[in-house]
């Protein structure tokens, strides 16, 4: 997984193509997720009575579009971080869970980003501000188990050209210990700590502020009983088949996340959250297409947006893990 997606042919390196050329994001879906996250900045903000720098980093932020939109929205005293492996012929990436501390390793700055944008492969230290993570601990790289004849849980392999699979040796303590307190099911598993630690780390460069991550994921008492490992291609489902062609993923422990950072959070579904921050998905009233029938066009659109954002089974289902660092009760109190 870690040499299909940030080795030197890697999925997230190559100079072919974006993410967002393979699958859609909430960021990729509206800019109105931006302005509800703009509401959250705002509260953030507030909470740290209107420092003097305020940091804004992007942790896994494909292509800076989330910053992009934001950047002209907020003023200069807002400091904006782009973190992410941009393609660079010839460069072996770092693995996610290391690249969150690891300096040396940097990629070359997209074209397309905004101006105003900083640009790096390693989280800042010391964040005053925001940190958030969209989609990124899905792709943080994992192993995975499944049972043998004799019920011993075993490694599973990877052909890398073809995806097929076999079992390989015994996992070792580390798993077992991850796997007997989050994921206690019989069968196939994926092995999550390797998220817990990329998170754990990522909330401990934030001073004082918030840290952010959103993904789709599951809880300990609904865990997928065959595993949620796949792929995505041009946005076509497809086998997880880790030669770098495809996005090669699986669902956060978001339970087990939550508890590794050790500070205080709060855990919410998409839907809830928009809501909170005034995405809501209503139509608006008949009465505006006769008095203003291009308006009713443009607020009918915007419906159908924020619609989708959250929608149950779709991108509404996506967990909302929040951490308030160094706020006290403000930071429970934020979505």
Known sequence: ????????????????????????????????????LLRLVDRVDDALGRPKTFDLVDVGAGRG????????????????????????????????????????????????LAAGIAWRADIPQDIVGLLIAT?????????????????????????????????????????????????????????????????????????????????????????PPLGSLTGFRAGRQVQPVPDGSCDVTAHVAIDAVAAAAGTPYGLIRQREALRALGVDGARPPLDLARTDPKGYVHALAAAGAEAELIEPAGLGGHWWLLHGIGLGDRGSMLL
């Not at 393979?22 to 931006?34: G, I, K």
């Not at 973190?83 to 040396?104: D, F, K, N, S």
């Open 135 to 223: 989609e990124w601990l899905d792709n943080v790289p994992l192993d995975v188990a499944d049972l043998d004849d004799h019920g011993r849980l075993r490694k599973v392999l990877v052909e890398p050209a073809t995806g097929a699979e076999s079992l390989g040796g015994l996992v070792d303590a580390a798993d077992l210990f991850w796997l007997r307190r989050w994921w206690s099911g019989p069968g196939r598993a994926e092995i999550g700590w390797p998220r817990d630690a990329a998170w754990a780390d990522a909330v401990e460069h934030v001073r004082r502020g918030c840290a952010l991550t959103i993904d789709y994921g599951h809880l300990r008492g609904e865990r």
């Open 1 to 36: 997984m870690e040499a299909g997606l940030y080795g030197p042919d890697g999925f997230f390196v190559r100079e072919d193509q974006g993410p967002a050329d393979h699958f859609r994001t909430s960021v990729h879906a509206s800019p109105l997720f931006a302005g509800a």
């Open 65 to 112: 579009e989330l910053l992009s939109t934001l950047r002209p929205l907020l003023p200069e005293r807002f400091r904006l971080t782009a973190v992410e492996l941009a393609p660079q012929p010839g460069t072996l990436a770092a693995q996610p869970e290391r690249r969150a501390t690891q300096p040396g390793a940097r990629g070359s700055r997209p074209g397309e």
